[in-house]
């Protein structure tokens, strides 16, 4: 059976709970880390096995479990045996188009979320983090390796901080929080782009900048998918009377919900501001095209009164005096050069120029 899908689709006929990837396979082979921590004393392991996992935990000690990369499949049935955590969970940590969302189990908390990053070309790319909260263990899966989480390491190893003594609901919360500022990075960077199209706009538009707005509103839409569903799921974190969620780690759940609501608006505030740069740029356009057809209806008419009197003149009647004129031909040409005058003269006066 193959061991990656890149669509839910494929794993049609699948029975429940089935440990396959599905999403994009990390470049890198998947690495598990463990950081042990207490109030005196952190340290960080490399993990081999899950023996290594419950040599820690009889220590007695907190554990973070970061494992990067989700190639880690016979890894994580060892763990889903070994803490009974259910399959249908544990196919949802492989399965990477999970929407954002909170399941309470009387043993743990299942929470996913999302973090975006966007590339130069503005293109907003998405990872799947599951977190997996015991009292005393928890699990982040994740799909690539990258310096997200750095911080947090570091401050966990530091000698004094409150990460240490508040236990691994707070470091759960705490790995949100990094997760939800990270979306402000990215709202400031959408930000720049929608204010670099409104000055290119109100310059020239161009149909690139057309290009450039459209994508902007899809990646909002993108965005927006994958941070709306978090003000729901932090609400339910709130409401849960789970022991894992201390009392005294509900205010800084509180406080990253304010955040997302901080985003939510934000989000919602650039998509309003593209839809008006949007409208400009179709205004533009179509003041554009007046002005153009403006012009060319101006050069039209004064050339009515120049064709027809051509016309006339250009027939092939025998008896028409004024071709026998000594003085016909400069007296066309000055009909030639005095019409556009005047006409030109009338349309400055109307203000049509």
Request: aromatic share 10%.
């Amino acid at each position: 059976m193959a061991q990656s899908f890149s669509y839910p689709s494929d794993k049609t006929g699948l029975p429940p709970g089935s440990l396959v990837h599905v999403g994009r396979m990390p470049a890198e082979a998947g690495r598990v880390t463990l950081i042990s921590f207490n109030e005196d004393h952190a340290a960080e392991h490399p993990v081999a096995s899950i023996n290594d996992i419950d040599r820690h935990r009889a220590a007695g000690t907190n554990l973070w479990i970061h494992c990067e990369g989700l190639d880690l499949i016979e890894f994580l049935g060892a763990v889903g045996l070994r803490f009974a955590i259910h399959p249908l969970v544990l196919e949802d940590i492989l399965n990477t188009h999970q929407r954002p969302k909170f399941e309470v189990d009387e043993d743990y908390l299942f929470i996913v979320l999302k973090t975006l990053r966007c590339d130069q070309s503005m293109a907003v790319h998405h990872e799947q983090i599951s977190l997996v909260v015991f009292g005393d263990v928890l699990f982040t899966f994740r799909e690539q390796t990258d310096e997200l989480f750095d911080a947090l390491r570091q401050r966990l190893t530091a000698p004094k901080g409150r990460l240490r003594s508040l236990g691994t609901d707070y470091l759960a919360c705490m790995l949100m929080d990094t997760v939800v500022d990270n979306y402000f990075t990215v709202a400031d960077t959408i930000e720049e782009a929608i204010e670099a199209a409104e000055t290119t706009l109100l310059d020239r538009p161009q149909p690139a900048t057309f290009a450039a707005i459209q994508q902007l509103k899809r990646e909002l839409i993108f965005i927006r998918k994958a941070v709306m569903p978090l003000r729901e799921m932090l609400l339910a974190i709130q409401r849960s009377d789970s022991p894992i969620i201390q009392d005294r780690t509900q205010p800084y759940f509180r406080d990253v919900f304010d955040h997302v609501l901080r985003v939510i608006d934000t989000i919602d505030a650039y998509r309003d501001l593209l839809n008006g740069v949007l409208d400009i740029y179709l205004s533009s356009v179509s003041n554009r095209m007046n002005e153009i057809m403006k012009v060319l209806t101006v050069f039209a008419t004064i050339f009515i009164p120049l064709t027809f009197i051509a016309g006339v003149y250009g027939m092939n009647f025998d008896y028409m005096p004024e071709l026998r004129w000594r003085w016909s031909y400069p007296i066309l040409w000055g009909l030639f050069l005095l019409i556009p005058a005047i006409l030109l003269t009338l349309f400055r006066k109307k203000r049509w120029l």
